[in-house]
């Protein structure tokens, strides 16, 4: 098995070329879902670039394949914490996820090309820990990690912390200049420094967030592979200048549902949650 390389931690910046940014994030896996998001983003004309808030891999059934689409589709990618799991030790993982974990090292080491084995495993040791981008306009920034701006790769931001947890997210706004983009929980929606939380079914029949002038904003764009905001289609968003899209995509849930099933080293668990969307 080759050397593990270590996660990049630094923050780059690209310069505000962009159109607009398709956001995917929390794949793990499951390559039927990431399949119909990259159909479905490809048909947006004003989208020039797609980026991913990480978790690639971890309790689906297709790492290998989800790994290799995202190194070619995606201009960067970060680090999620089950992909520092499977690249490292999965630390604070239930059974399952552990052993899913496991599971997809394994495939990774199993790879009988040489090069190809290589290949995967130096993409998710340069993957990022955080990226600082900016919005098409160039007048405002955008910090993307996988969980929040505290502990990018493995703390959650829970939409019932606007309630529950005010001082957490004064904490964590504290840390934004503008915008911020993460993944994690699984449940799409934006946050906002009033504190409150605003899931996509509250913010209009267009799915769709404007930006205030003097707002700060920290959108969660939901999980590919493994939405548990009780909705089973993959979440995915697009980012404009002045506003956020949410969109959700069908896929054939049955068929990843069968894959996971195949595996016994997946927990059939894995499988049942996909179709109930938790």
């Given at each position: 098995?080759?050397?593990?390389?270590?996660?990049?931690?630094?923050?780059?910046?690209?310069?505000?070329?962009?159109?607009?940014?398709?956001?995917?994030?929390?794949?793990?896996?499951?390559?039927?879902?990431?399949?119909?998001?990259?159909?479905?983003?490809?048909?947006?004309?004003?989208?020039?670039?797609?980026?991913?808030?990480?978790?690639?891999?971890?309790?689906?059934?297709?790492?290998?394949?989800?790994?290799?689409?995202?190194?070619?589709?995606?201009?960067?990618?970060?680090?999620?914490?089950?992909?520092?799991?499977?690249?490292?030790?999965?630390?604070?993982?239930?059974?399952?996820?552990?052993?899913?974990?496991?599971?997809?090292?394994?495939?990774?080491?199993?790879?009988?090309?040489?090069?190809?084995?290589?290949?995967?495993?130096?993409?998710?040791?340069?993957?990022?820990?955080?990226?600082?981008?900016?919005?098409?306009?160039?007048?405002?920034?955008?910090?993307?990690?996988?969980?929040?701006?505290?502990?990018?790769?493995?703390?959650?931001?829970?939409?019932?912390?606007?309630?529950?947890?005010?001082?957490?997210?004064?904490?964590?706004?504290?840390?934004?200049?503008?915008?911020?983009?993460?993944?994690?929980?699984?449940?799409?929606?934006?946050f906002t420094d009033e504190p409150d939380f605003y899931p996509p079914s509250?913010?209009?029949?267009?799915?769709?967030?404007?930006?205030?002038?003097?707002?700060?904003?920290?959108?969660?764009?939901?999980?590919?592979?493994?939405?548990?905001?009780?909705?089973?289609?993959?979440?995915?968003?697009?980012?404009?200048?002045?506003?956020?899209?949410?969109?959700?995509?069908?896929?054939?849930?049955?068929?990843?549902?069968?894959?996971?099933?195949?595996?016994?080293?997946?927990?059939?668990?894995?499988?049942?949650?996909?179709?109930?969307?938790?």
């Amino acid at each position: 098995m080759p050397d593990r390389l270590p996660a990049t931690d630094f923050a780059h910046q690209w310069e505000p070329r962009h159109v607009s940014t398709a956001v995917i994030s929390d794949i793990h896996g499951n390559a039927e879902a990431l399949k119909a998001v990259l159909t479905d983003i490809d048909r947006h004309d004003d989208v020039d670039r797609i980026v991913c808030l990480g978790d690639i891999i971890g309790y689906g059934p297709d790492p290998l394949e989800c790994v290799d689409i995202v190194e070619e589709r995606c201009e960067w990618a970060l680090m999620g914490n089950h992909d520092f799991g499977v690249l490292y030790e999965p630390t604070n993982f239930n059974q399952s996820a552990e052993s899913a974990a496991y599971w997809t090292r394994d495939q990774f080491d199993a790879e009988k090309d040489e090069e190809a084995r290589a290949r995967r495993y130096r993409f998710l040791g340069r993957l990022k820990v955080r990226v600082v981008d900016k919005l098409p306009s160039g007048e405002r920034t955008i910090l993307a990690v996988h969980g929040s701006p505290r502990r990018p790769i493995n703390e959650y931001i829970f939409p019932d912390d606007a309630l529950s947890s005010p001082d957490k997210l004064r904490q964590i706004f504290k840390l934004i200049d503008h915008i911020a983009i993460c993944g994690h929980t699984h449940v799409p929606g934006v946050f906002t420094d009033e504190p409150d939380f605003y899931p996509p079914s509250e913010i209009g029949a267009d799915r769709t967030y404007k930006f205030l002038p003097d707002e700060k904003a920290v959108i969660n764009v939901g999980s590919v592979g493994q939405p548990r905001d009780f909705d089973p289609r993959a979440s995915y968003a697009i980012l404009h200048a002045d506003r956020v899209e949410f969109h959700r995509v069908e896929y054939d849930i049955d068929a990843t549902a069968r894959r996971i099933r195949a595996v016994p080293q997946l927990s059939d668990w894995l499988a049942d949650r996909l179709f109930e969307g938790r």
